[in-house]
């Protein structure tokens, strides 16, 4: 009797050892999986596409301060060429565009829609940036060189101003991919993840709206 309760015990605990270790290394490859697939995968693609959406906006504000101080200038025939010589665009940071993190992305949604419309993003941002500094800058600085002006301030103005209002209204649609890009950050956290469910993500029905809902909204730039 008192060997049979010793066999007993020893083999609850040897089954606690078992449970322990197992839970250890479930442990251990879910922070694997977060490591890799959230913290280096999407939320660094989800940093990456907030600075380029930042470089962006401050580019837009300050051409639209610009283009106000400018026209106001004008209007009480003040000139500001010195300061439109000085006037600069903000450009990415080429490390945000890293090609790394979107192959972890695609083993987890099973598409490369993600990294088609980040290049659609991108493209957007450094072309802008070269309309503000080459077309809209050099533009201003043309009114203030003899014989090179083509139209008076505040037609400039209303030109520009138009076309640069249209630019943030185009730039609105790339906040659908950081929008997205939580939703799948939201299910890596939300439950205890294995490499083996890792395999089936792809199949879920979230992240197959997801990636539709992306190749729809930009299906007129990227292939379907």
Not at 92 to 106: G, I, Q
Request: net charge neutral.
């Amino acid at each position: 009797m008192h060997l049979n309760t010793t066999l007993i015990s020893l083999l609850t605990v040897f089954l606690g050892y078992l449970l322990g270790l197992w839970s250890y290394y479930r442990k251990k490859e879910h922070e694997q999986i977060m490591h890799r697939y959230l913290e280096q995968g999407v939320d660094l693609i989800s940093a990456n596409i907030d600075h380029a959406l930042n470089v962006f906006n401050e580019n837009y504000m300050r051409s639209l301060s610009f283009l106000k101080k400018f026209r106001d200038a004008e209007k009480v025939g003040v000139q500001i060429a010195e300061e439109v010589n000085l006037l600069k665009f903000s450009i990415y940071d080429p490390r945000s565009f890293s090609v790394t993190p979107f192959y972890k992305l695609k083993s987890l949604v099973g598409d490369d829609v993600f990294w088609d419309v980040t290049q659609l993003l991108f493209a957007f941002v450094g072309t802008t940036q070269s309309f503000f500094e080459n077309d809209l800058k050099f533009t201003i600085q043309a009114f203030y060189t003899k014989g090179i002006r083509t139209a008076p301030a505040e037609t400039i103005c209303d030109c520009y101003l138009n076309k640069v209002r249209e630019l943030y209204r185009e730039s609105e649609k790339f906040y659908s991919i950081v929008k997205e890009l939580q939703n799948i950050a939201l299910i890596l956290e939300s439950e205890p993840l294995t490499f083996k469910k890792l395999e089936k993500l792809k199949k879920r029905t979230e992240i197959m709206k997801t990636v539709q809902l992306l190749r729809d909204q930009f299906k007129e730039n990227i292939n379907s």
